[in-house]
Structure formats: structure tokens, C-alpha cells
């Protein structure tokens, strides 16, 4: 069974950083692209960053471009995502994903 768990949220004032956590188990996470997903008071889905299985190569939405940073470590089989410089926009849940699986989230909220 797939088990996705994020950590490492919590409340921030702009400009501030944080950085997030997926503990995966049950397949083999080195094999697998990964990607993190957002999701905004009142909004859909947002996907944020991806990552491939051996972590050479990374890809990240335009909102967060330049300010966050996908990374992997397969040897403990946890997906991170580096958030700098967060706004108000960036307040939302973040989950990690992978195939239709996806965690419980991690509540991200910035504010002053």
C-alpha cells in the first residue's frame, strides 16, 4: 500500500521560508517521478513542482519559479520541497503525489 507523509508546514510571514517533507513507502520510491500539489482556500488543484525518479531533473510551475526547489533523497526515500521568499498566495495544503496516490497534507500559511 502506498503511504505518502507530508510534514513541515506550519505559519510564516512573507518573505519567510519553510521546507517541506514526504516520507513515501510501499513501492519503490527510487523508481518513481514525484511532484507536489497545492491546494488554495476555495480553489482546485495546483500542481507546484516535479521531480524525476533519479532526481537529476526537476521542473517547477511559474508562480514558483526561481523561489522554490524540489529534491529527493532515495536512499531515505523522502521527496522535499524548499519554499523561499513565500507570499499570501502561496497559502494552501500541500501534498506530494505520485501515479493517484497522495498524502494527508501539510497546511502551509503565510501571513504577518
Known amino acids: 500500500e502506498v503511504q505518502l507523509v507530508e510534514s513541515g508546514g506550519g505559519l510564516v510571514q512573507p518573505g519567510g521560508s519553510l521546507r517541506l517533507s514526504c516520507a513515501a513507502s510501499?513501492?519503490?520510491?527510487?523508481?518513481?517521478?514525484m511532484s507536489w500539489v497545492r491546494q488554495a482556500p476555495g480553489k482546485g488543484l495546483e500542481w507546484v513542482s516535479g521531480?524525476?525518479?533519479?532526481?537529476?531533473?526537476?521542473i517547477h510551475a511559474d508562480s514558483v519559479k526561481g523561489r522554490f526547489t524540489i529534491s529527493r533523497d532515495n536512499a531515505k526515500n523522502t521527496l522535499y520541497l524548499q519554499m523561499n521568499s513565500l507570499n499570501p498566495e502561496d497559502t494552501a495544503i500541500y501534498y506530494c503525489?505520485?501515479?493517484?496516490?497522495w498524502g494527508q497534507g501539510t497546511q502551509v500559511t503565510v501571513s504577518s
Open positions: 503525489y505520485v501515479g493517484k496516490n
Open positions: 510501499g513501492f519503490t520510491f527510487s523508481s518513481y517521478a
Open positions: 521531480i524525476e525518479s533519479g532526481g537529476g531533473s526537476t
